[in-house]
């Protein structure tokens, strides 16, 4: 599950929204995860991925010189991607020209809150509603099967029936 959202333009962070965790200093965070990403750049000349902590993860991706990180904790690395992909791209489409622009004011970017809680959500209630069709089919298969034993316990009763029809017949 996503915890937390930031992106970060030039070591400062823009925009933040938590969902679990609290990050209460997102500007020093901001500070120290650019620190770290510049620290990658300069030893593999790539900017890092991933940094992994006891209990959660910081996921980065970089896009048009903006660090979008994504806290969180265990989750489907396609399902990440798939948030990550629809943030960016939205926020990009919503602010390229603030950004393009930008002289160091963040407020502007507080209304894009409703927005990703929309994309965080919505993954999220994708992801509810596989499980819920997951549980969905297996209760299905499970009654098949259990009508599947009813009919071939019956058949067996009605063999066993015709059997003893005929054994006492014959005597």
Known sequence: MIQ????????VCLFSRQYGKSYQQSQLLAAFLTAINQ???EISHKNLKKLVLDEETFSFSMVNNILFVYAHDD??????????NEFSSKFLECFSSEIKNWEGEVSCFEAFNDQADD?????GKATML?????LQD????????????????????????QLLKSKKKKE
Do not use: D, W, Y
């Open 39 to 41: 620290l990658a750049l």
């Open 4 to 11: 937390a959202i930031f992106v970060i333009h030039k070591g």
């Open 138 to 161: 297996k209760k299905i298969k499970r009654l098949i099967q259990t009508q599947e034993k009813e009919a071939h316990g019956k058949e067996v009763l009605l063999e066993m029936e």
């Open 130 to 134: 596989e499980m819920e069709q997951f």
């Open 119 to 123: 994309i965080v959500s919505m993954k």
């Open 75 to 84: 989750m489907k690395n396609s399902e990440l991607i798939k948030i990550s």
